[in-house]
């Protein structure tokens, strides 16, 4: 395909995106950010349930669409139809990796599952994504982010003490499984070079779900019951989070007890704090929180951001501005690192798009191509890997297939 570029890390493997929504997408986007050739399949008339999800842009796309599916050829099929099942195999069999996220049992009944594909093409390498784990009694439960946040115990750890359980800003479960998703795809087609054969990887929400509680959870079992919650702040380390300055918040780590020292004598002038033994180390600090931060909390609000953003850097103490969402997209940080791109759109007129956050050799990995009009790749992409007709396409688009 035109937007390929050999001096990628994955060029020259080619990656059938069965999948829809977000966990599915995310994978395939991460595989084609490093270079594979992404060609997701899609309904002929509705699309990723995500084309009709949050802000329009243009026709057939939308924010929440594009933010999963850059670097793809989308490629229409009915896979309700005989024709379309047979192509989805034909594409199948052109590929190094299947990625899908049926409901459980759906792609068999497709013929498009692991055992069926696999016939003839051994080196096949099938993700399979699901809300639970394929081998055990939930495996027919549909996963949806939200239930699998409550589930796996993320919504009790977030917020604050005081607050009812709280989802994370962003589908985290959803967006994790990807990744590790990728991850797994990406150590299947290592081994591929060693042993000539492909890998069923299975994917569940809730066991990545499970996984990125990561130390609240080990201390959970040590505990024997639900670790407290902190909000913005830390378990451990003090003083850790978000406060409020004059003219707004900011984020201060002190991590450790010398940073801690220059915080009260450079910063906020009160050496006091550091001398009282009650807040000279960290596990004295985190025990003694309730008197201690709401001194540094009076301290920090008497004087401006700036200022101390100034003395904390002075100090080598991390720190950093709170930014709302727009302002850290627009930010000369995210300007210089090249995160944000523009691409021509033939109906918006121009749409952004987030760029990989890889770099190879000092180089950003590049945005080959926006993300996809719906169908924008059919005929291209049958008639080069399958070889059919123009009049073959022309019959299957009347009859609905393609």
């Known amino acids: 395909m035109s937007n390929l570029d050999s001096s990628l890390p994955l060029a020259g493997v080619r990656i059938l995106d069965l999948s829809r929504v977000l966990a599915g997408p995310w994978c395939a986007m991460v595989l084609g950010d490093l270079g594979a050739e992404v060609i997701k399949v899609e309904h002929p008339k509705r699309g990723d349930d995500t084309r009709d999800w949050g802000i329009r842009v243009g026709t057939t796309e939308t924010a929440y669409f594009n933010s999963v599916n850059r670097n793809k050829r989308s490629v229409c099929l009915d896979l309700q139809t005989a024709e379309g099942q047979q192509i989805a195999r ?33 080196d096949l390498i099938y993700c399979s994504i699901s809300g639970y784990d394929r081998h055990g009694p939930e495996a027919a439960r549909p996963g949806y982010d939200v239930v699998l946040q409550g589930e796996a115990g993320l919504m009790a750890l977030n917020g604050n003490a ?31 070079q060693e042993t000539g054969k492909g890998r069923h990887v299975e994917m569940a929400l809730f066991d990545c779900g499970l996984m990125i509680t990561s130390y609240y959870g080990l201390e959970s079992m040590l505990m024997g019951e639900d670790p407290p919650r902190y909000g913005n702040a830390h378990p451990s380390i003090v003083p850790y989070g978000v406060f409020d300055a004059q003219d707004g918040p900011l984020v201060i780590a002190v991590g450790n007890n010398g940073q801690y020292e220059r915080f009260c004598r450079e910063v906020i002038e009160r050496p006091d ?57 627009t930010s000369t940080r995210a300007s210089q690192g090249g995160l944000l791109t523009t691409f021509e759109h033939p109906e918006a007129g121009s749409t952004h798009v987030l760029a990989p956050p890889y770099r190879f050799d000092g180089a950003r990995l590049p945005v080959r191509s926006a993300p996809p009009q719906l169908g924008e790749g059919t005929s291209e992409v049958l008639q080069s890997l399958l070889g059919l007709s123009a009049e073959r396409l022309s019959q299957l688009k009347a009859e609905g297939v393609v």
């Open 162 to 192: 005081d607050q009812p359980p709280l989802k994370f800003g962003v589908a985290a479960v959803d967006l994790f499984t990807g990744m590790y998703s990728a991850q797994a795809v990406l150590a299947a087609l290592f081994q591929r």
């Open 273 to 329: 704090l550091f001398d009282d033994d009650r807040y000279r180390t960290n596990l004295v600090r985190a025990a003694h929180r309730e008197t201690l931060v709401p001194e540094l909390k009076r301290e920090i609000a008497s004087r401006p951001r700036a200022l101390l953003l100034e003395r904390l850097t002075r100090a080598g103490i991390p720190c950093g501005e709170v930014l709302g969402l727009h302002r850290a997209l």
């Open 90 to 122: 034909d594409l199948a069999r052109q590929s190094d990796v299947v990625i899908q996220n049926f409901k459980f049992g759906g792609a068999e009944k497709l013929g498009l599952g692991y055992e069926q594909l696999k016939e003839g093409h051994e």
